[in-house]
């Protein structure tokens, strides 16, 4: 009887380790796992650019393109009384004799005049000349062509940039002029064989006196 005894003791202990063991696996399965962490990812928004201002800088006339339609900013056909606002590097310099004349001059510059005898309130011309002082004074600071040429450019340079030049006759002098053949000129007066004078409009024209 003790015999019997003595070896069920051990039978009892295993079967209640077994049991303990298998709640023990029970309780660490898959339904009490820890979720695994989510990863945050994080975008920075690349800055958009400011767009590059376009148009001449009013600030420096030397960099204006004489063109077959306008002066940098100033175009024909547009109102002479908005121009004022771009010429921020001249004065007004309107002879009281020529009211039909809007002019604007600068030291170092060629001046730009806007002839109306018309009265329309419209620029029909823009003048680029070295007003009051020789071409040569005025030749580093002078708006150009596309092709270069500008007031104090020489009339050989002249000649080089426009094959198609024609020779015109004026009042009292000849006078340069190409077009774009769309009804537009770019005219060239010169003296001792420099550029003194660059007249934008519609025709191959160079007015003999624009005050008197």
């Known amino acids: 009887m003790s015999f019997t005894r003595a070896h069920r003791r051990p039978v009892v202990t295993v079967l209640t380790i077994a049991a303990a063991l298998a709640l023990a696996g029970c309780s660490g399965g898959a339904g009490a796992s820890t979720p695994a962490p989510t990863e945050t ?3 920075t ?13 009013l600030a420096d006339p030397a960099s204006w393109i004489v063109s077959f339609t306008g002066l940098g900013p100033i175009e024909v056909g547009a109102p002479i009384e908005g ?10 310099a309107t002879q009281e004799a020529c009211p039909w004349v809007t002019a604007y001059a600068a030291d170092g510059l060629p001046s730009v005049w806007l002839p109306d005898p018309q009265s329309t309130g419209v620029v029909n011309q823009i ?17 150009t062509t596309a092709e270069g040429v500008g007031v104090g450019s020489t009339l050989e340079e002249l000649r080089a940039a426009y094959p198609a030049l024609t020779e015109q006759q004026g009042k009292y002098a000849v006078f340069y002029a190409v077009t774009d053949d769309a009804g537009h000129w770019i005219n060239f007066s010169v003296t001792d064989d420099l550029v003194d004078g660059i007249v934008v409009r519609d025709e191959a024209k160079i007015d003999s006196e624009y005050c008197g």
Do not use: I, N, R
């Not at 121009?83 to 007004?92: N, P």
């Open 41 to 43: 990812v994080t975008t």
């Open 45 to 57: 928004a690349t800055p958009t650019s400011s767009p590059t201002p376009t148009g001449p800088d």
């Open 83 to 92: 121009t004022a606002s771009f010429m921020t590097a001249f004065t007004v």
């Open 127 to 143: 003048v680029l000349q070295a007003w009051g002082g020789p071409a040569s004074a005025v030749v580093a600071a002078s708006p």
